[in-house]
């Protein structure tokens, strides 16, 4: 009788799985999935496109070289020379000046941020062949870092009119888990890592920028460029891995030269706190992400 029940029931299950099953989509919805991300795919590559003739004519009817100029000059003589980074003097930096306040007064920052995304995109294109570590906006004029707040200001305005123009439509500041472990900075299929430079960092912080006054620098790196430089993953401070890590004899050239920084214990941990630090070693970063009032 037990047996005659169970196999009752067992059949009752399988019916019951048979008559809930989900459904394989239908041919036409499948082709339309295909047929919309197609559609995406193309008009992401007409963007890239646009703005690569727009690089390539800028580069004609103008004398700017985002290799040559004085941006490029002031970050590497000051900066990147004066890190105890040990690949930051032979990094390959762009550079991008941004003046609002200047002689060609009238664009305002974004504006001015904008006109350089030609600039970006053929960045991001290029920066894995040729072994490219950044590309550098400079921004000109104390008020947009006469305090912590007021840079994070910046920098949320320059990532996220960036983001905003995302060839490949991410738009990866409106995230809402941005603040979260996972999320990061991407443009045009590019993940980034964010550094961020301004002369309100003492001399033994991380961020410290040296003899550099009057403007303030965010450094966007691709993360190709760790690869290239056998930087490896990342991981918590460890002395035993002092003699093999890259990353670790980096962390500990900061610190030998009193400019030791914050290193999560995590392995995996939260990226946008860390892109406005604090102006102590463990003073909690700026919420740039949101406006300052």
């Known amino acids: 009788m037990y047996a005659a029940l169970g196999g009752i029931i067992i059949l009752a299950g399988v019916m019951y799985g048979i008559m809930h099953k989900k459904a394989p989509a239908e041919p036409s919805i499948v082709k339309e999935i295909m047929e919309r991300r197609r559609q995406r795919r193309a ?23 985002p290799i040559n100029n004085p941006a490029v000059t002031r970050f590497n003589s000051e900066i990147m020379r004066h890190t105890p980074c040990s690949f930051a003097k032979r990094a390959h930096i762009w550079a991008c000046a941004l003046d609002p306040a200047g002689p060609r007064k009238g664009p305002g920052l974004e504006d001015q941020v904008m006109a350089c995304i030609p600039t970006v995109v053929n960045f991001t294109v ?29 920098v949320r305005r320059v990532l996220t009119c960036l983001s905003s123009h995302d060839p490949w439509e991410e738009d990866c500041i409106k995230d809402p888990y941005l603040d979260r472990r996972g999320w990061r900075y991407q443009f045009n299929d590019t993940y980034i890592f964010v550094t961020t430079f301004c002369p309100l960092y003492p001399p033994h912080h991380a961020r410290h920028q040296f003899n550099i006054r009057d403007r303030c620098y965010i450094l966007l790196q691709p993360e190709t460029s760790f690869g290239h430089h056998d930087i490896g993953a ?60």
């Open 126 to 154: 290029e920066c894995d062949e040729h072994h490219l570590d950044g590309i550098v906006f400079e921004i000109k004029g104390e008020e947009y870092f006469n305090t912590l707040e007021v840079f994070g200001d910046t």
């Open 43 to 65: 008009r992401q590559q007409e963007k890239v496109d646009q703005y690569l003739l727009q690089y390539e004519n800028n580069l004609a009817s103008s004398s700017y070289d």
């Open 234 to 293: 990342d991981h918590p401070w460890d002395d035993s891995l002092l003699s093999t890590s890259v990353r670790q004899r980096i962390r500990q050239a900061y610190k030998d030269r009193g400019m030791e920084y914050h290193v999560p214990k995590a392995r995996f941990y939260p990226m946008a706190p860390m892109i406005v630090p604090g102006l102590e070693m463990n003073d909690p970063g700026v919420t740039w992400w949101v406006p300052h009032e």
